[in-house]
């Protein structure tokens, strides 16, 4: 059994609160208006750097000019000010998706826009959940489950307004009906997702400073496929990567494998351990 839905049913993405705090007036205004790629000259002047600045100015772009698109690529705000042009066509692309299922998401019923919002995530978070969730168990002939999916429940849920679970924590409703059937260590715990400790491995990995090796020996990469700004930026000190946390060296790292296994077919055994890839 997976916990899919259980986000959107009750209220518990951390990403989604921020809206909550907007008049809902204002918020359906953002909503309401066409993503635009205007005002980019706004972060301009964080252009190159990797500072908690550029990614919160960064975010709060996307949510006043980008609405509809700006939860789609929320956790990827760090490299954003190295893609002026080159990012053009990539949000456009999804502008144009996201178009389309938010404005049918939000045509739905007189329902408060946040459920909207949940509801607009059947055809992103849940739709990759699922996908990642069949591939696992299917792998070993495993038949999975999504109670929170079913559809009664989506559906009355979806009818409860949002600031009936957001009060002092997230997934309130869902606290209180579980409070006398599991321990408090449980419904109190810290949200954590399904995050591996990546900054524990690389802390490991790079003892001797082999993960800056081998990202400096395959920047070129970097500069070939994605942004020179961004190669002579982790050119001049690749420490600024990990920094603040580890989910940017996590991207570049994830970025060049793919590169060298599906470009360069430069890696033929797929096992071989990342400090050993030449």
Not at 114 to 139: C, E, P, R, V, W
Not at 175 to 182: C, F, Q
Not at 201 to 228: Q, V
Request: aromatic share 16%; hydrophobic share 40%.
């Amino acid at each position: 059994m997976t916990g899919a839905g259980g986000d959107e049913v009750f209220g518990g993405y951390i990403w989604q609160k921020p809206p909550t705090y907007f008049p809902e007036s204002l918020f359906k205004l953002f909503l309401n208006k066409n993503n635009s790629n205007n005002f980019r000259s706004l972060i301009n002047f964080f252009e190159n750097k990797f500072s908690h600045k550029t990614i919160w100015l960064n975010l709060i772009y996307r949510f006043i000019f980008q609405t509809k698109s700006w939860h789609a690529q929320s956790l990827s705000p760090y490299f954003q000010s190295f893609f002026n042009d080159e990012n053009d066509e990539v949000v456009n692309l999804i502008n144009n998706i996201s178009e389309d299922y938010f404005d049918y998401s939000l045509n739905l019923g007189e329902n408060d826009v946040h459920n909207k919002i949940n509801f607009a995530n059947i055809y992103t978070t849940i739709n990759s959940q699922l996908y990642d969730s069949d591939m696992g168990t299917m792998n070993y002939s495993i038949e999975n489950r999504a109670p929170f999916l079913d559809h009664n429940l989506f559906e009355y849920m979806l009818s409860i307004p949002t600031k009936l679970k957001y009060t002092k924590s997230a997934k309130t409703l869902q606290k209180k009906l579980l409070k006398n059937t599991l321990p408090d260590y449980v419904l109190e715990g810290k949200k954590s997702g399904p995050t591996m400790p990546i900054n524990l491995w690389f802390e490991e990995l790079n003892k001797n400073g082999g993960l800056f090796e081998f990202i400096n020996k395959n920047n070129y990469l970097i500069a070939e496929l994605i942004s020179e700004k961004l190669y002579w930026s982790i050119k001049e000190d690749v420490t600024l990567i990990f920094k603040h946390q580890c989910l940017p060296a996590f991207a570049i790292i994830s970025f060049l494998l793919w590169a060298k296994i599906n470009v360069e077919s430069s890696i033929s055994d797929k096992s071989i351990p990342l400090l050993e890839i030449r």
